[in-house]
Nanobody
């Protein structure tokens, strides 16, 4: 079992920045990749970004490329999502997740463990 706890988020103005964190605990040795997903009201859960836990190689959805940056701190078993130039359409609940093996652009069904989610609201 892997436990994930997200933090950060809240309300931010359009054009502003915010940083999310996700700390893993438990059987993290099986983690191959960590990802960030988001779900807006009435929509499905969509891929945002992922990072290979050992190599640090990252992947991004086209909608956030150039604005969001995912990074990791291996000793702290923590990943971050730095979100810049936020848009109204970035409003969603953001979730972090882990998979024991999955490609970089995997959809949510390939991930094994999930955090509880944190709300990000971008206001005009």
């Amino acid at each position: 079992q892997v436990q994930l706890v997200e933090s950060g988020g809240g309300v931010v103005q359009a054009g502003g920045s915010s940083r999310l964190s996700c700390t893993a605990s438990g059987r993290t040795s099986s983690t191959y990749r960590m990802g960030w997903f988001r779900q807006a009201p009435g929509k499905g859960r969509e891929f945002v970004a992922s990072i290979n836990w050992s190599s640090g190689v990252t992947w991004y959805a086209d909608s956030v490329k150039g604005r969001f940056t995912m990074s990791r701190d291996n000793p702290k078993a923590t990943v971050y999502l730095q979100m810049n130039s936020l848009k109204l359409e970035d409003t969603a609940v953001y979730y972090c997740a882990t998979c024991s093996y999955c490609p970089g652009l995997s959809t949510h069904d390939r991930y094994d463990y999930w955090g509880q989610g944190t709300q990000v609201t971008v206001s005009s």
